[in-house]
């Protein structure tokens, strides 16, 4: 089993910056793809970034720009740096590990208002 914990969510102005990150422990046996989702209020859950095991990012367009995605493989642990915040960027923020199935975190909100 693999555990993900997500941190460093909360409240941000419009334009104001914020960095999650994603701890994770378990029945790790390699370098996987790893991403950040998110899901608004009335909303489906989507992309936001992502970076595979090689380490090829992919972002979503309404991101592209603003956010970084990182990983410390030593730590197991990967991170969303969020700049240039909206109020459309409100949402619950998921991160995800494949490893033979999707896992899961919690989430964390992150609330920006305008």
């Known amino acids: 089993q693999v555990q993900l914990v997500e941190s460093g969510g909360g409240l941000a102005q419009a334009g104001g910056s914020l960095r999650l990150s994603c701890a994770a422990s378990?029945?790790?046996?390699?370098?996987?793809?790893m991403g950040w989702y998110r899901q608004a209020p009335g909303k489906q859950r989507e992309m936001v970034a992502m970076?595979?095991?090689?380490?090829?990012?992919n972002y979503a367009g309404s991101v592209k720009g603003r956010f970084t995605i990182s990983r410390d493989n030593a730590k197991n642990t990967m991170y969303l740096q969020m700049h240039s915040l909206k109020p459309e960027d409100t949402a619950v923020y998921y991160c995800?590990?494949?490893?033979?199935?999707?896992?899961w975190g919690q989430g964390t909100q992150v609330t920006v208002s305008s």
């Open positions: 970076m595979s095991s090689g380490g090829i990012t």
């Open positions: 995800s590990l494949i490893q033979g199935r999707n896992y």
């Open positions: 378990g029945s790790i046996f390699s370098i996987n793809d």
